[in-house]
């Protein structure tokens, strides 16, 4: 028997916290029931948690002001630390008397300046204060705390269901197929096949609700002959606006129309209401009528079969057929079986798919009324998702889900389970929707945002840096769907579902369109830079019946044994920001220990004495990380501003980061296009040409996509000499932000521009870094000052190229490197560098005219190029003259013409032939297609009156034209080089002659003196 005489049941909070202490079921179970039954109320609290004595205090301020020592709850304070105290008050006064005080105000302090007075009851007390206690987070909090590195809440309502065959299937699947053990709402476990099919089976032994009358199965009965035309034409008439199909049984004396309908129709009545077929006298009546006008004879019609859904659809079209044996046709007039053939070919997924063996017309059909059916089915159960990301402790993440449920869902059945077989981990939960007392649960949007603030709320307590925040806080684009990634996998995506997955994975920023979201982005934008405009973090919110109080000390703490507080911010802050080296610290006071406070002798309504043994409490007000904050105001405000022109949509292809994955299944797909091509070739020259050329691609990607695992498979590598604890580095470009996840930092790179997610730069793991960026000079570069920072000398490990980015960084930067091959490089590195100063220097030299007093008559010498003509330190130049670079851009403009009318010649002969693929085509008449000469055109149409003019990128462009457009670029690059290779002489030349000027005068001055 369970002991709850250590129990405190008088609270809600206090109680759900005991529950999640209360590591057995059965202590669980004993204290719900002791404080259902409110046998055990208030008695344990007397006895574990007795009231603390209350010392005496002066009734009023004006008592206080006319004591001879200010009370502290402590022993009297000497004359010299009364003093002291004076000298502090006066101090904390000063900023007010200068117009400090009429700042804003934090919104958990006190709404006036006596509130502490009349909270207090030892202080001229009343009624006990009010606070932001209970209030949710505010919006300021959250998103410091998202910039912060916390992760975002994530709760999703997946799916509703019914029934026990939808019920099994959700608890084999979070079971995975009994593997895993469930957990239920009382703490008991589910474990094994046979324990969650009888649950399932509890679970839908009552239904609320009935399902919708969807569909009905209807015979109709004439006597005499109906000929087959009469009857499509009466049923076209007759239900109008209805989806439906129907057969024809004809007899001797009598015909017999069977016809399976929707429901629902297009149309409207006469009161504009929506059509629709009742399961009620009155409508069907209504129906019986429309059906013999239409055939203009009186009819005979069977008790009508009323079905739900796409399935029940399915069985009464399946019964109409006797299982594809009878013909049948749909309201198109086209039979079913032709009808569900061409649903099939036009679905996006099933382009270039052969029909499966088991395909089903019936299904097919119904699934094509599913828009029409407008079902409302039963919901017994919702499957909820609680998700975190990868590196969260997983207990404790359980935990806090656990919580979660506890608290949203108490009174109703559920089970839950963790999986953690994707990236990031998440807890299935299913939870029946009807409670044992008959409540039903209807979740909307305001509570799907009240789970997510419970979450993170139960998350913190956890430790788990988590917030509440809304999509639009961070300028996501809306999530996609199972299905997307499935038909992505298969090759068989279309573009909009490709780009939808691509905004998500790559978080490209979102541009709302919709009033409403415009709304909530620009709401967003305001506060992201309210919060960049604060110096210090918002505060979170204020216990019920405590008060805070501010004060300005020094970093290393006060030394007093009673100190002064005040209860403005905006006044504590301005003595902070006159103070130089002070802090912000605040206390808060809890209900039980206002008696202990004192207000101030001169100033009582604002400033007031905490003695040392509340002053252990103060916590200090961290200032904000403006790095950190700058890439999500940047792109909070990017998704306000309007799309360009230059910021059309990209195919999948163009943006999807490469990786050996990727290339793996492209070749795949590759693979499979060529065997369906295969298929289409007859026997020959032609198909063992294909073959060969097929064979040789293959291959080719083959070996790319070998050489791109090896890459990945060595990423760059920082290693220190010992381990350190991750922490956020400081001083870091705003582009690089920094993710606790787990014992991990990660450090992810954005856009100078927007702000916009570009990659995962690195991790810092401790005892190495991992450069996954390595190939971006900007995140090595950040990479090796978070290294430097943690350890004295760094070792390198990665590719040759990764090293030499790292040398050349280093040379530049001074970063202390360990590899004895890289200190050679970086020695070289620097000596290039001394070198290229130092020739520099010698032709500024020789450019300039000798400034001495006797004339120089040596001819002036031309100043050249380090190395032979052609060349130069930094690699091959095209030109070094302007006449040159117009003679080759000319060249380019001329080629790009050329090519154009060759491309444009070459697809329209291939257009001319019926050539779709390069498959058809052949060395002396190659394929092309018409996108490609279409690009080159534009190309010619762009230089064709000036050669100057930059070609575009296109990513239909063909080889020839993108190697003439290099080609374009690198003469506009070397341009770019001249002219700052004659900013750099001159400038090297105005220093010459300064440094000539100060030496002629030194050398003047000391003949003088001698």
Do not use: C
């Not at 989806?243 to 629902?264: G, K, L, M, N, P």
């Not at 009546?285 to 203009?296: Q, S, T, V």
């Not at 198109?332 to 395909?359: H, M, V």
């Not at 009582?604 to 961290?622: E, G, I, N, R, W």
């Amino acid at each position: 028997m369970t002991d709850l005489s250590s129990y405190d049941t008088t609270s809600l909070g206090g109680r759900l916290r005991r529950l999640r202490l209360a590591a057995a079921f059965a202590e669980r179970q004993a204290i719900i029931e002791a404080e259902e039954s409110a046998v055990f109320a208030f008695r344990a609290a007397d006895a574990v948690h007795p009231a603390p004595p209350v010392s005496p205090a002066p009734s009023s301020a004006a008592a206080v002001s006319q004591s001879a020592l200010p009370y502290t709850g402590a022993a009297p304070l000497s004359p010299a630390q009364e003093s002291t105290l004076a000298e502090e008050e006066w101090a904390m006064q000063k900023p007010a008397a200068a117009g400090g005080g009429g700042g804003r105000r934090d919104s958990s302090s006190p709404a006036s300046p006596g509130l502490l007075a009349r909270a207090a009851p030892g202080l001229g007390g009343g009624a006990a204060a009010t606070s932001a206690g209970g209030a949710p987070r505010s919006t300021e909090l959250k998103k410091v705390g998202l910039a912060a590195g916390s992760q975002a809440a994530v709760v999703k309502l997946a799916s509703y269901g019914a029934g026990p065959v939808r019920a099994a299937s959700l608890m084999n699947y979070q079971s995975d197929k009994g593997e895993l053990s469930l957990e239920r709402e009382d703490g008991s476990l589910v474990t094994g096949k046979e324990a969650v099919a009888n649950l399932a089976a509890h679970w839908s032994e009552e239904n609320a609700r009935e399902p919708s009358n969807d569909v009905l199965r209807l015979d109709i009965a004439f006597d005499g002959k109906v000929s087959k035309d009469a009857a499509r034409a009466a049923l076209a008439d007759a239900l109008k606006g209805h989806r439906f199909a129907w057969r024809i049984e004809e007899r001797d004396s009598s015909t017999t129309v069977q016809v399976v309908a929707v429901a629902a129709g297009s149309g409207h009545d006469e009161n504009g209401k929506r059509e629709r077929i009742y399961a009620n006298a009155k409508s069907l009546d209504r129906l019986y009528d429309k059906i013999e006008e239409a055939f203009g004879r009186d009819a005979d019609f069977s008790k009508p079969v009323w079905v739900h859904g796409t399935d029940g659809a399915t069985t009464q079209l399946a019964g109409l057929t006797k299982a594809g044996q009878l013909y049948a046709e749909t309201d198109t007039g086209a039979s079913i079986a032709s009808a569900a053939d061409r649903l099939f070919a036009k679905l996006p997924s099933n382009a270039n798919r052969a029909k499966p063996a088991n395909f089903n017309p019936n299904l097919q059909l119904a699934k094509s009324w599913q828009p029409s059916v407008r079902s409302s089915g039963p919901r017994d159960f919702a499957h909820v998702i609680l998700s975190a990301k990868p590196g969260t402790d997983k207990e404790a993440f359980m935990d806090a889900a656990r919580a979660t449920l506890a608290k949203e869902f108490a009174g109703h059945e559920y089970v839950f389970v963790m999986h953690t077989n994707r990236q990031h981990i998440h807890v299935h939960a299913a939870v029946r929707l009807t409670s044992p007392t008959g409540e039903k649960l209807h979740p909307g949007i305001q509570d799907f945002n009240r789970w997510r603030e419970t979450l993170a709320e139960e998350a913190r307590e956890r430790n788990i840096p988590m917030e509440a925040v809304r999509r639009f806080d961070q300028a996501h684009a809306p999530g996609y769907k199972l299905k997307d990634v499935k038909m992505v996998e298969r090759g068989l995506a279309s573009k909009n579902a490709r780009r939808r997955i691509e905004r998500v994975k790559n978080h490209e920023i979102h541009r709302p369109t919709r009033p409403e979201g415009r709304k909530r982005a620009a709401e967003a934008a305001a506060q992201w830079r309210s919060v960049a405009a604060r110096g210090s973090s918002p505060l979170p919110p204020l216990a019920v019946g405590a008060v805070r109080l501010y004060r300005a000390e020094a970093a290393t703490g006060g030394g007093h044994r009673a100190t002064l507080f005040v209860n403005d911010r905006a006044l504590a802050e301005s003595y902070v920001a006159k103070s130089g080296a002070a802090r912000l610290v605040y206390i808060d006071v809890p209900p039980d220990r206002l008696s202990d406070l004192r207000p101030s002798r001169d100033n009582p309504t604002q400033m007031f004495v905490v003695p040392a043994s509340l002053h252990q409490l103060v916590k200090a007000v961290d200032r904000q990380d403006e790095a950190a904050i700058l890439p999500f105001q940047r792109r909070s405000e990017a998704a306000l501003a309007p799309r360009s022109k230059d910021q059309t949509k990209p195919l999948f292809e163009e943006t999807q980061m490469r990786n050996a994955d990727t290339m793996d299944a492209a070749r795949a797909g590759l693979g499979e296009s060529f065997e369906r091509i295969r298929s289409f070739l007859p026997e020959g020259a032609v198909k063992d040409e294909f073959e060969r050329r097929a064979s040789s691609i293959l291959e080719k990607a083959q070996g790319a996509t070998e050489a791109q695992a090896r890459l990945e498979r060595t990423p760059g590598e920082i290693e220190g000499e010992r381990y350190v604890d991750p922490n956020p580095a400081r001083n870091l470009s705003s582009l690089i932000t920094h993710e606790r996840k787990g014992s991990e930092i990660h450090y992810s790179r954005h856009d100078a521009a927007t702000g916009a997610y570009q990659t995962l730069a690195f991790i810092d793991k401790g005892k190495t870094l991992d450069v996954r960026d390595w190939n971006n000079a900007e995140s090595v570069n950040a990479a090796l000052q978070v290294a430097s920072q943690k350890w004295d000398s760094l070792t390198i490990n990665g590719t040759d190229a990764y090293k030499e980015t790292v040398a050349q960084l280093a040379a530049a930067h001074g970063y202390k490197i360990t590899n004895p091959e890289l200190r050679d490089r970086i020695r070289e590195v620097q000596a290039q560098a001394e070198a290229r100063r130092q020739s520099l220097a010698e032709r500024k030299d020789e450019v300039e005219p000798q400034q001495t007093e006797a004339k120089d008559t040596t001819p002036k010498v031309q100043p050249e190029f380090e190395g032979e003509r052609g060349e130069t330190a930094g690699g091959p130049i095209l030109n070094t003259t302007p006449a040159e670079r117009r003679v080759e851009l000319e060249s380019v403009r001329q080629r790009v013409i050329d090519e154009a009318e060759r491309e444009t010649q070459q697809a329209n002969g291939a257009a001319a032939a019926q050539e779709t693929n390069a498959a058809s085509g052949s060395e002396a008449a190659p394929y092309r297609s018409q996108e490609e000469a279409r690009v080159a055109r534009e190309a010619e149409r762009t230089v064709v009156n000036s050669a100057s003019r930059a070609i575009p990128s296109d990513p239909n462009q063909s080889e020839a034209v993108q190697t003439l457009r290099h080609e374009q670029q690198r003469v506009f690059n070397q341009e770019e080089r001249d002219q700052q290779r004659q900013i750099d002489l001159e400038n090297q030349a105005r220093l010459h002659r300064e440094e000539e000027q100060r030496q002629r005068g030194e050398q003047e001055a000391e003949g003088e003196s001698m």
